[in-house]
């Protein structure tokens, strides 16, 4: 295909992205089974072959499909694959692409990582946590080289991070001269990934009142409370 790789630049995207799906448009092949796709992130390491030795051998003209991580269907790719679907990303036991480098100098990764069942790379597993912004490439490569294969544009999705869900709950009535009073505040995750990195949690206490203590007290996690730092009224957890 030309151009080869295709790129896509990402700008002022804010955080990390939990994964990706690929979406091209007007795509014609007229053996889909002979082709090779490769996606490759701002890193080369963060790469997937999402299609390779599949959709048959009967020629497909001008359809669009997504490739997508554990579609409501488990939809794997038929032969041929059909317009306006979503399908599993899926890579056949076969002949190993052997993508060639592009012009200008755009080479693909020296390893890269196979969707099921050669591999075990998903959409997920290849993007998730990383900074999306930069040039993302596209490969795709027909083992015939004088098959048709074209593509009118293409799309990568970005899914968002789950940021984290802060709620705060106390307890007591608050008078002149109460020692033994609580306040709680209660702080969880409520994404899908891990929490990762340093997380400061602090808080500001009203006029006229001081902080004796300051520590965690549950973790629904499994932890024991030995996993965050506090002084006065700020803990931190790495």
């Known amino acids: 295909a030309s151009p080869y790789p295709s790129h896509i630049n990402v700008t002022n995207f804010s955080g990390n992205i939990s994964g990706a799906t690929l979406t091209l448009n007007g795509f014609s092949d007229a053996n889909p089974q002979q082709t090779a796709m490769l996606l490759v992130g701002p890193s080369p390491t963060n790469n997937i072959v999402p299609w390779d030795n599949v959709g048959g051998s009967s020629p497909v003209n001008n359809i669009s499909f997504t ?14 694959p059909v317009n306006g679907e979503t399908y599993n990303p899926t890579a056949n036991i076969g002949t190993l692409p052997a993508f060639p480098a592009g012009s200008p100098p755009w080479s693909p990764p020296t390893s890269l990582s196979f969707a099921g069942p050669l591999g075990l790379q998903t959409f997920t597993s290849a993007f998730s946590g990383i900074d999306p912004n930069g040039s993302w490439s596209l490969y795709l490569y027909n083992s015939n080289g004088s098959t048709t294969l074209s593509a009118s544009s293409w799309c990568i999705n970005l899914l968002s991070q789950t940021t984290m869900s802060i709620g705060s709950s106390h307890s007591g009535n608050f008078t ?20 990762t990195g340093e997380l400061t949690l602090s ?36």
């Open 176 to 195: 002149q001269g109460q020692t033994a009073d609580t306040y709680t505040i209660t702080l969880s995750n409520g994404g899908a990934l891990a929490t």
């Open 67 to 80: 490739l997508a991580d554990s579609t409501a269907s488990d939809n794997t790719i038929p032969s041929p």
């Open 203 to 238: 808080d500001t206490l009203p006029s006229g009142m001081s902080a004796v203590s300051f520590a965690e007290t549950g973790n629904s996690g499994g932890g024991t409370g030995s996993d965050w730092s506090c002084t006065g009224a700020s803990c931190t957890r790495t």
